[in-house]
């Protein structure tokens, strides 16, 4: 007889998290699932993500985004670009509690729709703006250099994010791009130079190889 899959719930995303190599604890574990079930449940009325099937979120939303733990950074400003459905953006949130995070979107209703996720999440500490990153330094002059991370999943290519990136993040600051595991990663992006690509597998329901590259703005 088949088993039943096992129902996530906060000790076993903690458990799930730690067999990717990220520590965790259940408040933190608590927060990422939170707002996954509200984007879930907006996802009914305002398209945000293709995933249906709630175990299979927990894996491509919640598990890959807490991937960034394995990158060892401590980012204390961080710009989520073309956020989309709010990840990765919430999970580096709940790694970091104490560092600032914006989640950016140029779609209004993405924005709007991700911003009553928050509240019922009851994360307050995290803020939204509708805004295109290639305008945010001339529209908003404190984003200019701005953040020490700037993070962004499935939005273009690195170059094009490169390019974005590059007035928005401060030297010494790092961009985290998630990437397919055959994706092009150049050793050299603008100002912006390569210095991890961290592999890792994601389990079922949704098991694949992923890849977080980080680089260095010099």
């Known amino acids: 007889m088949t088993s039943e899959p096992e129902q996530t719930d906060p000790a076993a995303l903690v458990r799930k998290a730690k067999a990717l190599g990220v520590e965790i604890n259940e408040q933190q574990a608590d927060e990422v699932l939170d707002y996954l079930d509200a984007m879930l449940q907006t996802n009914e009325h305002i398209n945000l993500t293709g995933v249906r099937d709630p175990e ?33 953006g919430v999970g580096v949130a709940a790694l970091h509690p104490h ?18 996720c928050l509240v019922s999440a009851e ?18 002059k404190d984003f200019r250099h701005g953040f020490d991370l700037l993070t962004a999943r499935a939005v273009a290519r690195p170059s ?9 993040v401060r030297p010494g ?25 961290i592999t ?7 098991a694949r190889t ?3 590259a980080i680089w260095e703005r010099v």
């Open 56 to 88: 299979a979120a927990v894996v491509l939303h919640a598990l890959d985004s807490l991937a960034f733990g394995l990158a060892n950074l401590t980012p204390h400003h961080v710009l989520d670009l073309g956020t989309g459905n709010g990840f990765p």
């Open 99 to 116: 560092a600032t995070v914006t989640l950016m979107d140029k779609t209004g209703k993405k924005v709007r729709a991700i911003g009553t």
């Open 123 to 140: 994360l307050a500490r995290i803020e939204t703006i509708q805004m295109d990153a290639s305008q945010a330094p001339t529209l908003r």
């Open 160 to 168: 094009l994010l490169a390019t974005m990136a590059q007035p928005l």
């Open 173 to 197: 600051g790092h961009m985290a791009l998630w990437l397919e595991e055959d994706a092009d990663m150049p050793e050299k992006l603008g100002r912006f130079r390569r210095t991890q690509i």
């Open 200 to 206: 890792y597998e994601l389990p079922e329901p949704a």
């Open 210 to 212: 992923r890849k977080l």
